[in-house]
């Protein structure tokens, strides 16, 4: 089973400030496998990169995603206020096909 | 626009069965795949199953043996059973679009309903 790491657990920064989060694999999958998704508390996930590095519609081009093999990384360039969230990677293949990381909460330092 | 909407008990005794409902308006359930996903603060985030129209399916090994994941495509919704719940199913259970083009992602989600498992 390939297991998804994030780091780190909690990231505070100020509004304007550049998140970079990591999302590492215990093993290397298909890059266009890895997407990633913003949660606030008491709503569903919403998809914000998919294919590593494609970003879902509406979403705004603050965000961005990179990597491969086993490295990933979301950027978010300039936070906003509605930015804080958790954050959370999530990988397709191998068994189970779907399997999330445990997150990184982007809070306000 | 597309929405999903969980619906059934909030509260299921031990051993016995977890039976919900996702009801999908915007978009026929026949044209995409479509998953159950659930939260629980121990557990994170957990994929449970997906489904395609009537028959395509594939489960987490780790529930494989317990759920029970369909399409009722007259009704336009998807129904989610888990059987022999535990304290352990306790979780929000959402349902949500499945992509499985290129970049395979979970792009519409429900609101989520909460499943709490006691006696």
């Known amino acids: 089973e390939i297991v998804l790491t994030q780091s780190p657990g909690t990231l505070s920064l100020s509004p304007g400030e550049r998140a970079t989060l990591s999302c590492r694999a215990s093993?290397?999958?298909?890059?266009?496998?890895l997407a990633w998704y913003q949660q606030k508390p008491g709503q569903p996930p919403r998809l914000l990169i998919y294919?590593?590095?494609r970003r879902a519609t509406g979403i705004p081009d603050r965000f961005s995603g990179s990597g491969s093999g086993t490295d990933f990384t979301l950027t978010i360039s300039r936070l906003e206020p509605e930015d804080f969230a958790v954050y959370y990677c999530?990988?397709?293949?191998?068994?189970?096909?779907?399997?999330f990381g445990p997150g990184t909460k982007v809070d306000i330092k | 626009q597309v929405q999903l909407q969980e619906s059934g008990p909030g509260l299921v005794r031990p051993s016995e069965t977890l039976s919900l409902t996702c009801t999908v308006s915007?978009?026929?359930?026949?044209?995409?795949?479509w998953s159950w996903i659930r939260q629980s603060p121990g557990k994170g985030l957990e994929w449970i199953a997906y489904?395609?129209?009537?028959?395509?399916?594939n489960y987490n090994p780790s529930l494989k043996s317990r759920v029970t994941v369909s399409v009722e495509t007259s009704r336009n919704q998807l129904s989610l059973r888990l059987s022999s719940v535990t304290a352990a199913d306790t979780a929000v259970y959402y349902c949500?679009?499945?992509?499985?083009?290129?970049?395979?992602?979970?792009?519409?989600w429900g609101q989520g309903t909460l499943v709490t498992v006691s006696s």
């Open positions: 999530q990988k397709y293949g191998d068994s189970p096909l779907f399997t």
């Open positions: 489904m395609y129209r009537s028959g395509t399916t």
């Open positions: 093993q290397s999958f298909g890059s266009r496998s």
């Open positions: 294919a590593a590095s």
């Open positions: 949500a679009r499945t992509l499985m083009g290129d970049g395979k992602s979970f792009d519409i």
């Open positions: 915007g978009e026929s359930v026949t044209s995409y795949y």
